[in-house]
């Protein structure tokens, strides 16, 4: 069973780490950095933001090389953008157009991120090779983990 996340302390370092810098960059790549050291059970963690309106670009993150390039509406992280909701999915083999990145990743979850408008600019997303990993407190933790991203930068 996987080890609970100490949410409120990784909130609180991410606020440190982002005061005074504005740029999203910066600001993911630590966020992203974040998460890969304190998140248990996970083989990807990073971003993509919103291109056109119709597609998601491969933004900061920790792991494998991933997909470059996805359309909204396909895959987790597409469909997250389309309905503009969390979207966890503890078997990634059973969502309809899952986009296989890493063929070891078993559960996904992905949080849409926006500007302060509240207009998306892209989405966090989290893989784990271990069916079931996140959970509704995982859920929780990473959007309140999102919002202070959100307003740390000036998309």
């Known amino acids: 069973m996987t080890m609970a996340v100490q ?4 909130c609180k370092q991410l606020a440190g780490i982002t005061e005074g810098e504005r740029h ?5 790549a ?39 390039r996805i359309p909204v509406g396909r895959g987790v992280c597409g469909t997250a953008v389309a309905e503009n909701k969390t979207q966890l999915v503890k078997d990634v ?6 986009i296989a990145c890493d063929a070891a990743s078993a559960s996904e979850i992905v949080v849409p ?3 302060r408008d509240g207009r998306i600019t892209g989405v966090l997303d989290i893989d784990s090779p271990l069916t ?21 930068c000036d998309w």
Not at 93 to 98: K, S, V
């Open 132 to 152: 079931g990993r996140f959970t509704e407190a995982d859920k929780a933790g990473l959007e309140s983990f999102a919002r202070i991203l959100e307003a740390a």
């Open 7 to 10: 949410y409120d302390e990784l």
């Open 93 to 98: 083999h059973a969502f309809p157009g899952h």
């Open 113 to 115: 991120l926006h500007d």
């Open 30 to 68: 630590n966020a992203a950095a974040l998460l890969w050291q304190a998140l248990p059970d996970i083989n990807w963690a990073g971003f993509y933001t919103l291109q056109e309106e119709d597609y998601l670009l491969l933004a900061p993150f920790q792991g494998k090389p991933a997909c470059i």
């Open 24 to 28: 999203p960059v910066p600001n993911m």
